[in-house]
């Protein structure tokens, strides 16, 4: 079974700096994808980036980039020019392109992020 | 909003107790998944639906069953509650396309059902 690791359970950034989210996983497979949810104090969970472990190229959006390690399985989120709307807790999440019809998603246990003004 | 619906919001309920959570899904989609979010256990993975019919079981409690209809709305049933199924019950959609990308397969998440057994 694939698990998911987010060794840091709060961090914090000052607003306009740069913060890095941790994520590391296991797995067998080769071929996956791994996302970015964020969940604000309103709950919603809001898909923040994807990447495909078949493309070697980082996948980012805006503000947010991530390191895709895939021998080291590690798949950080790098958040640039931090906001206060950026502060919620972060989940890294795992789903297997090889489940059959079952793309269920496997989460880390999250990230909460502050950001001080 | 990812368009996908969720009733009731809040359920609060006694132990022993049995309810249903609604969902429905973004239009067009097949798939139902329902996800548990509680302090201990964190996000995990109940079960699944495609177009009907079941494709996957997760971590779901034999106390706790789910449906899809025809209309692909689907249900949550929990019974016999304790105090520890309190936890907010996710449940995303998504279109499960013959193309292998996750263009087609992202999960759309609902706004969550807040459960809490007194």
């Known amino acids: 079974a694939q698990t998911v690791t987010q060794s840091q359970p709060e961090m914090s950034v000052q607003e306009a700096e740069t913060v890095t989210l941790s994520c590391t996983y296991d797995?067998?497979?080769?071929?996956?994808?791994l996302f970015w949810y964020k969940q604000p104090p309103s709950r919603q969970m809001i898909l923040v980036i994807r990447?495909?472990?078949?493309?070697?190229q980082n996948a980012t959006e805006n503000r947010f980039s991530v390191n895709f390690q895939k021998a080291a399985k590690s798949f950080s989120l790098k958040i640039s020019d931090s906001q206060l709307g950026d502060a919620a807790m972060y989940f890294c999440?795992?789903?297997?392109?090889?489940?059959?019809?079952?793309?269920?998603?496997?989460f880390g246990k999250g990230t909460l992020l502050t950001v001080n003004p | 909003d990812s368009g996908v619906t969720q009733t009731p919001k809040h359920l609060i309920t006694a132990t022993g107790q049995r309810v249903t959570l609604r969902c429905s899904p973004r239009?067009?989609?097949?798939?139902v998944y329902w996800y548990q979010q509680s302090l201990d256990q964190g996000l995990q993975f109940l079960i699944h639906?495609?177009?009907?019919?079941?494709?996957a079981k997760g971590n779901i409690l034999e106390r706790f069953s789910a449906q899809q209809f025809p209309d692909l709305h689907s249900e949550l049933n929990l019974s016999s509650l304790e105090l520890g199924d309190s936890a907010l019950y996710f449940c995303?959609?998504?279109?499960?396309?013959?193309?292998?990308?996750?263009?087609?397969?992202?999960?759309?998440f609902g706004p969550g059902t807040r459960l809490t057994v007194l």
């Open positions: 999440a795992y789903r297997s392109q090889s489940g059959g019809s079952n793309y269920k998603l496997t």
């Open positions: 990447q495909e472990a078949y493309k070697q």
């Open positions: 239009s067009g989609d097949l798939s």
């Open positions: 797995t067998s497979e080769s071929d996956y994808y």
């Open positions: 995303a959609s998504s279109v499960e396309g013959l193309a292998a990308t996750a263009r087609y397969n992202e999960q759309f």
């Open positions: 639906y495609y177009n009907g019919e079941e494709r």
